[in-house]
């Protein structure tokens, strides 16, 4: 199983520039947002996780449950929409 949120993100300088630029997502989903932003970009990306999962975790599972399904749809919506064309100002 691949854990989006547990590991290490590395971009070239103008990667990051245009995907950070670009995010509307702040909370627990902002790493599915800019993994679905790198492997929807002309930029070259490569995705490998090898973590050891730590126990205690921190997030609350029922904000989540609700929460983290509502956020992947409103990324693929704004996907969908063009509203990744520009960075915010």
Known sequence: MVDSQCGFKCFTRDTAQMIFSRSRTSGG???V???YRAQNSPCPSTFFVH???ALGSTIRIWRCVVQDPLDMLRIRLRDIMGRYGQPDK
């Open 51 to 53: 973590w050891k999962t």
């Open 33 to 35: 947002e800019i993994i």
């Open 29 to 31: 989903t902002i790493d």
